[in-house]
């Protein structure tokens, strides 16, 4: 195993694999809940990668997934590149301080297939052994407002 | 396991984990060559997941990794998003036929730490028993060219 780079030490709280559970909602669709794997892994170098999957809660069937890339910089601050296989592409910037990441999106981009997504804002923290998960998103023509939220438990 | 979604048949070629070998050339840096390993997955929706890490050559020491997912599309067509750890997302759109993949860049974006990437085509095609891989990259102000090309063979 690689030594954590020193610039992702304000990340060292999310390393790991987390499971648990989320619900989302949106005006253009029904309620949803669903079981959630996040991990965050790193090589020694100055990034923290970041993969999730998610599954309906009843079926068990795979819903939403996304990959991305977290890239510490000077002052507390924090990026991550992100993508989903909705065909979407993001890029965010925000901070990382006390266990509590804060990101906004700077862009936002899809491939000619993909639904219009214009912003979104994210957070990760961790409060006691649970990690928070959530999603603000501006989407087909609506403005900013919340979407997912998840609450997930250490499983390495 | 899922069952492979009909829109993702064009892409069956390419699931499951490749290992080989690289060279990469660049007018701003040394020549360089390296190990890879690049994973097609699908878990039965209409998308396959890419992941690619690569190491020096010489000291084992990770180098490169990116993220994304293919899309097929109607007509032969198929778009990928793409993440690197660098700061950098790609929007690439293009073809598959006959197990050669042809996609050139819509957008390329770049955090605020990002060294300037602002196109690239890539190419995955199979000969045989071998997955080919190549990307040609226009950064640092200069035109799109060759940038990295490897070969690796399929492992699972």
């Known amino acids: 195993m690689a030594e954590l780079h020193p610039v992702c030490a304000p990340l060292a709280f999310l390393l790991g694999t987390w499971q648990g559970t989320g619900t989302g909602v949106y005006p253009t669709i ?3 809940s669903y079981a959630e794997e996040v991990s965050f892994t790193h090589a020694g170098k100055p990034f923290v990668a970041y993969t999730q999957r998610t599954k309906d809660a009843g079926s068990g069937l795979p819903l939403h997934a996304e990959a991305g890339y977290l890239r510490p910089q000077e002052g507390g601050r924090v990026e991550l590149v992100l993508v989903q296989p909705s065909g979407i592409a993001e890029l965010l910037e925000g901070t990382v301080e006390d266990q509590n990441i804060q990101l906004a999106s700077n862009a936002v981009l899809g491939t000619g ?33 919340p979407h997912v939220v998840s609450e997930m438990y250490r499983l390495s």
């Open 30 to 32: 029904e309620d949803f």
């Open 113 to 145: 297939s993909a639904k219009p997504v214009t912003a979104t804002e994210r957070r990760f923290w961790v409060e006691g052994e649970v990690l928070y998960s959530s999603v603000a998103m501006a989407a087909v023509g609506l403005e900013l407002q």
